[in-house]
């Protein structure tokens, strides 16, 4: 493999035929979650073949039309039914989802918790930016108690989903959050989730000034990562805080890791032991 880093590196896994400029807005963190994902695969040392991206709709679903993989784009909030048949139909293919928090708890939530009880072989990065932002700024399910947004000018009112605790209860192998200010743990993190087998799921906080910061305080991008730097921070230093003294602090690390095979791996095996195998 090519000794090739950084910025080269990026562009040697990039379609470079179509789909730019791209459409991120300034200070969005989608980019960030591009560059770690291609990291992630080259250092595995994975095959473009042998890799296929599906993303559902929303802004990280447009971060499978630039790389130079197999990629589907898919209807919002099925992109983990698709992932699923074609793992069952390949099931030697490294099936990475790109999914957003609405597309993914919201319209997908059925087929997540799903995904994850079925334990199928995919690995779920979930861009956590706290809102709807290709479609104008709409609460969604991980939207923070009292966040200003389109849909909620006066606050939002309802609970929202801890991901990671939703995957980790619907049984996923894999579950983990990072954050695009941690980058080099989100290397880890990804490639972790890509190799270890079943339903992996890493959860990626990222900022969205457009849609989310400009309503709730924030006065620039800069000030969305400086508070990712604050708040997203390991496990055993948040759980070391006092509950009712945690405020906006999210854990971050590696949650749940199990070895148990997947849905497809079973699936292979007894339709050996049917045919008369071992």
């Not at 059925?110 to 690995?123: C, F, M, Y």
């Not at 932002?133 to 709409?138: A, H, L, N, S």
């Not at 959050?177 to 993190?189: E, N």
Request: aromatic share 6%; with cysteine.
């Amino acid at each position: 493999m090519a000794d090739i880093k950084g910025t080269q590196l990026i562009h040697e896994y990039l379609r470079h035929n179509k789909k730019f400029p791209h459409v991120f807005c300034s200070g969005c963190g989608h980019g960030i979650v591009l560059g770690s994902l291609i990291r992630s695969i080259h250092g595995l040392g994975l095959s473009k073949d042998d890799v296929c991206i599906v993303a559902g709709i929303g802004c990280s679903g447009r971060l499978a039309a630039y790389v130079d993989f197999n990629t589907v784009h898919t209807c919002h909030g099925r992109a983990l039914t698709f992932a699923t048949g074609i793992k069952m139909a390949k099931p030697g293919m490294h099936v990475i989802v790109v999914m957003g928090d609405g597309d993914s708890m919201a319209i997908g939530g059925n087929h997540l918790i799903h995904a994850a009880r079925r334990n199928i072989g995919v690995t779920a990065l979930i861009l956590n930016n706290n809102i709807y932002g290709m479609t104008g700024g709409q609460c969604s399910p991980t939207t923070p108690a009292g966040a200003n947004t389109q849909t909620t000018p006066m606050g939002q009112m309802e609970q929202s989903f801890d991901c990671a605790k939703l995957c980790t209860a619907a049984g996923a192998n894999y579950v983990a959050r990072g954050s695009v200010f941690h980058v080099k743990r989100l290397d880890s993190m990804i490639m972790e989730g890509i190799m270890n087998p079943g339903f992996g799921v890493v959860e990626i906080m990222t900022p969205c000034f457009t849609q989310y910061g400009r309503k709730n305080g924030f006065k620039s991008p800069v000030d969305m990562f400086h508070a990712l730097k604050k708040n997203v921070i390991q496990s055993d230093r948040f759980d070391a805080i006092p509950e009712e003294e945690r405020g906006e602090k999210v854990p971050s690390g590696v949650f749940v890791k199990k070895d148990t095979p997947g849905l497809e791996e079973k699936f292979y095996e007894m339709a050996a032991r049917c045919q008369g195998g071992s």
